[in-house]
């Protein structure tokens, strides 16, 4: 788990590179998301975090392991 949010992190960073404006993360990015973790606030991700989220549900673990480190990021 701990190589799912390294390489999290890392991909997170590669985007923190990105001169792009900063968007609001949309509905359903948020709604991704919210399968993996329904009990969490989502209202003050920034776009950044979600990226790194979306990162870890679209990779290849299984999905107790993106479910287990999503879950691990937003607490």
């Known amino acids: 788990m701990k190589r799912i949010i390294?390489?999290?992190?890392?991909?997170?960073?590669?985007?923190?590179?990105?001169?792009a404006a900063v968007a609001a993360p949309t509905?359903?990015?948020?709604?991704?998301?919210?399968?993996?973790a329904p009990e969490a606030d989502l209202s003050t991700l920034s776009e950044r975090e979600v990226n790194v989220l979306l990162?870890?549900?679209h990779g290849g673990d299984s999905e107790s392991?993106?479910?287990n480190a999503v879950r691990g990021y937003l607490d």
Do not use: H, P
């Not at 509905?27 to 993996?36: F, H, K, M, T």
């Open 65 to 67: 392991e993106k479910r």
């Open 27 to 36: 509905q359903g990015q948020l709604n991704d998301i919210a399968r993996y």
């Open 6 to 19: 390294a390489s999290a992190l890392v991909a997170a960073a590669a985007l923190g590179t990105a001169t």
């Open 55 to 57: 990162t870890v549900i």
